[in-house]
């Protein structure tokens, strides 16, 4: 889907721009409790050439900063050969940013909200303006997250698989693992979904920590879509990516028992149902249970928490029986790290 308005100006609050333009925009969201006012910053970049409106967020959640550093370092690209427009949204929820907290400061979580309202509560009204002044303008979207406190995530990518086009969209993600996922209602992809339009989560890493592996894998991950969606050219070079695994469903695996939680599996590795993923000591000392693998699949989620009480989620699954290719999409992810095109950058200006 083309923005078929592309030499007309693109109105964001007060500001008009037109192909070609750059600019950096404080919309006004409200005032805090110190009566400071808060912006929400959007980066906007629009190319000289017709194409797709792409959105990308990060920090819906506050803690969540892997993805607000995969957008720092892609702001440090030129994108000289841009087709279409790239809006950029660093931090989204910058009250729970500045608070080290997933969270809004009155505990209500933000990507509940959605499509919010103009009257409602703080994080209503910044739901509101992110629906109405950005996301309704775009054709395509990327949102990024990571896993919760303690509960890290395997870099991958969630879709609708009822939205024409995003498998193909997610496909060229390229993340080790591609989950078709239902869209929880009043999440920032049930604005997108309501209309149609492609987005794309992605999850990788754990709250609070930022993590190289995952935001790499991000902004690799937002190139590859620019340039599956024409918005950038294809490299000089022939990349070696591999092939993201599809897997339809997932699972939590759950402790039978409480106590001192030592797994033996990490982040990325296959399992067969019936395998032992670890081990729950009993904190006085008397016995230890085996935890047996309920389904065969790929680890995409794990708990890092040492004590557990029965029936937590401890390993989140998702079901696949293709082994040699969870290996290769992981060893090419690493591949990619270490010799990618898109090598780790700071404060540079890189071009693509």
């Known amino acids: 889907m083309l923005n078929n308005n592309f030499d ?10 037109m192909p070609g333009q750059r600019q950096t925009i404080d919309l006004p969201v409200g005032h805090l409790v110190t009566h400071q006012v808060l912006d929400l910053t959007v980066h906007v970049r629009r190319g000289e050439n017709p194409g797709p409106r792409l959105l990308v967020t990060a920090a819906i959640h506050g ?28 931090v989204v929820n910058l009250p729970a940013f500045v608070n080290r907290s997933r969270y809004l400061p009155d505990r209500r979580d933000l990507n509940r909200l959605f499509p919010g309202s103009k009257n409602g509560s703080f994080g209503a009204r910044l739901a509101d303006l992110l629906t109405k002044e950005i996301a309704t303008q775009c054709t395509h979207a990327i949102d990024l997250h990571t896993g919760a406190v303690n509960r890290p995530n395997l870099p991958q990518i969630r879709y609708s ?8 969209l997610a496909e060229a993600f390229c993340a080790p693992v591609t989950i078709a996922s239902s869209v ?22 754990e709250a609070g ?14 190139l590859s879509v620019m340039r599956h969606l024409q918005m950038l050219p294809q490299p000089k070079r ?42 729950i000591g009993d904190p006085l000392g008397r016995q230890k249970t085996p935890i047996f693998a309920t389904h065969s699949g790929v680890v995409i989620g794990r708990l890092r928490n040492g004590v557990i009480d029965e029936g937590d989620g401890i390993f989140h699954i998702g079901l696949t029986r293709r082994e040699g290719a969870i290996a290769k999409s992981i060893q090419a992810a690493e591949a990619d790290l270490d010799h990618g095109l898109d090598h780790p950058v700071f404060d540079e200006d890189v071009e693509s």
């Open 8 to 17: 007309q100006p693109l109105c964001i609050g007060p500001h008009r721009l």
């Open 63 to 90: 803690d969540e900063i892997n993805g607000t550093e995969a957008i720092r370092r892609l702001l440090n690209r030129r994108m000289r050969h841009l087709a279409g427009d790239l809006i950029l949204i660093p």
């Open 161 to 168: 698989d009822d939205v024409p086009g995003a498998k193909e």
């Open 184 to 205: 929880r209602e009043g999440s920032f992809r049930d604005v997108f979904g309501r209309q149609g339009m492609v987005q794309l989560m992605y999850e990788g890493g």
């Open 209 to 222: 920590i930022l993590e190289p592996a995952p935001v790499q894998l991000a902004i690799n991950g937002v």
């Open 238 to 279: 022939t990349e070696t990516r591999g092939k993201t695994v599809f897997c339809e469903q997932t699972t939590w695996q759950r402790a039978p028992r409480g106590g001192l939680f030592l797994p033996s599996v990490n982040l990325g590795a296959f399992v067969e149902e019936g395998m032992i993923l670890g081990k």
